[in-house]
Nanobody
Framework: QVQLVESGGGLVQPGGSLRLSCVDS????????MGWFRQAPGKEREFVAF????????HYADSVKGRFTISRDNPAKTMYLHMNNLKLEDAAVYYC???????????????????WGQGTQVTVSS
């Protein structure tokens, strides 16, 4: 059974930084595209960032471009989200997700995320 575990959330002031991690228990982590999503109170879950299984192709939501960086360490079965210059509107529960396709497309819209972590809370407040 796939298990994704996020960590790294916390309280940060506007303009601050955080690094989220997502560890996968599955041995085939390196064969799957991964993504980060977030959900704020009262809002629908939204896409944040995508990374191809090779690590060479990445895609970001417009709202985080230039501030967030997604990366992965396949031998460590871990994905990261480096978040800089955090804004009040970035506050949410952040979830990592795994594309069900093995060696999937480098195009984000082709991904089908069917495994999710439990989420980690990011609070941005002065």
């Amino acid at each position: 059974q796939v298990q994704l575990v996020e960590s790294g959330g916390g309280l940060v002031q506007p303009g601050g930084s955080l690094r989220l991690s997502c560890v996968d228990s599955d041995e085939n982590f390196g064969a799957h595209n991964m993504g980060w999503f977030r959900q704020a109170p009262g809002k629908e879950r939204e896409f944040v960032a995508f990374i191809h299984y090779t690590g060479y192709h990445r895609h970001y939501a417009d709202s985080v471009k230039g501030r967030f960086t997604i990366s992965r360490d396949n031998p460590a079965k871990t994905m990261y989200l480096h978040m800089n210059n955090l804004k009040l509107e970035d506050a949410a529960v952040y979830y990592c997700a795994k594309d069900r396709h093995v060696y999937g497309s480098s195009l984000y819209p082709a991904a089908d995320f069917d495994s999710w972590g439990q989420g980690t809370q990011v609070t941005v407040s002065s």
